[in-house]
């Protein structure tokens, strides 16, 4: 089964370099992955990993299974009109990773008259940037049909929620920004870290298991950060000393605010 990916650089490159280490469970080998990018520059790792490679978007897509679309989302319907009479409606399956971009839009867009008044099997697809290393959150908003291709090949790459399109933006920000966010926090912490005397290195590695074992407490049914936190914090202890002092400065509202101000209404 042939798998295009349509621009391949953070997030295309991501999805490619996620499939072809977990072949042979979505592609059998990497030569099934087909990645196009104008640039050869971001095609010679893919093709170095297996994957074949082309400038060409026509070339890509053709006889392809699924199409897996990581442009720019101003770029998407131009890529689009490019590429549709090249991809065989009856069989293959459309996902459009973009924010910003709309199922009406992609219906539009889709159309095309040599179809008739078929309209592909496609999606919007939301992963973030952990996909290469098969531990994205990814959402998955179908347009037309169930899209199974698309919810096994992500499948592969992390987990995946089919969601409606309302909770998209919102879900976009939590989850794809939100690896910057999370990023963020671990750049914080380093860098008190830092003025505590210890090494960037050494607070990376501190702040890292601490954080997956974060994660991890509340992987466990049914568990509320707050009960983790209730366990932390002694009565007239060091921990909630720390936590006041965050809030002070407004720790919880600037989350708030930077979810919202990244889920566009
Ligand atoms: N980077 C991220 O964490 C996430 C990105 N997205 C979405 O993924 C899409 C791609 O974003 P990034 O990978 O971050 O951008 P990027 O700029 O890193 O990659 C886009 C790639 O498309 C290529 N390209 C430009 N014009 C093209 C064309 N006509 N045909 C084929 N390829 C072309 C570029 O050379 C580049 O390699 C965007 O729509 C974005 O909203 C979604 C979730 C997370
Ligand atoms: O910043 C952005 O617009 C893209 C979409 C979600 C993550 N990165």
């Known amino acids: 089964m042939k798998v295009a ?6 997030m295309g490159g991501a999805i490619a370099r996620g499939l072809i280490s977990s072949a042979p469970r979505f592609i059998t080998s990497p030569g099934d992955l087909c990645a196009a990018n104008p640039s050869p520059r971001r095609l010679a790792p893919l093709a170095e990993a297996g994957a074949s490679t082309t400038c060409s978007n026509i070339e890509a897509v053709r006889d392809a299974s699924l199409v897996i679309l ?18 065989d409606y009856s069989y293959a399956e459309i996902a459009v990773v973009a924010a910003c971009v709309t199922i009406s839009d992609l219906n539009e867009w889709l159309h095309k008259e040599s179809a008739g008044s078929r309209s592909p099997s496609f ?25 199974p291709l698309t919810l096994k090949a992500f499948g592969q790459l992390g987990e995946v929620m ?12 939590i989850a794809s920004c939100g690896i910057a966010y999370a990023l963020r926090y671990i750049r914080a912490a380093m860098e008190g870290s830092v003025e505590l005397g210890i090494r960037a290195p050494l607070a990376q590695e501190m702040i890292v298991q601490t954080l ?13 950060p707050e009960t983790e936190i209730d366990k932390v914090t002694t009565p007239g202890g060091l921990t909630i000393r720390g936590l006041n002092a965050m809030e002070h ?13 990244s889920t566009p209404r």
């Open 5 to 10: 990916i349509i621009g391949a650089g953070a």
């Open 70 to 87: 990581c442009v720019k989302p101003w770029l998407v319907k131009d890529v689009i009109t490019e590429i549709k009479d090249h991809i």
């Open 123 to 147: 999606c919007i697809v939301m992963p973030n940037t952990a996909v290469s290393l098969c531990k994205s959150m990814t959402f998955q908003v179908n347009g037309n049909g169930t899209c």
């Open 162 to 173: 089919v969601i409606e399109e309302r909770l998209l933006p919102a879900a976009t920000s």
């Open 212 to 224: 997956i074992g974060a994660a991890s407490l509340l992987q466990e049914p049914g568990t509320h």
């Open 249 to 261: 400065s407004g720790f919880t509202s600037a989350v708030i605010n930077g979810l919202k101000a």
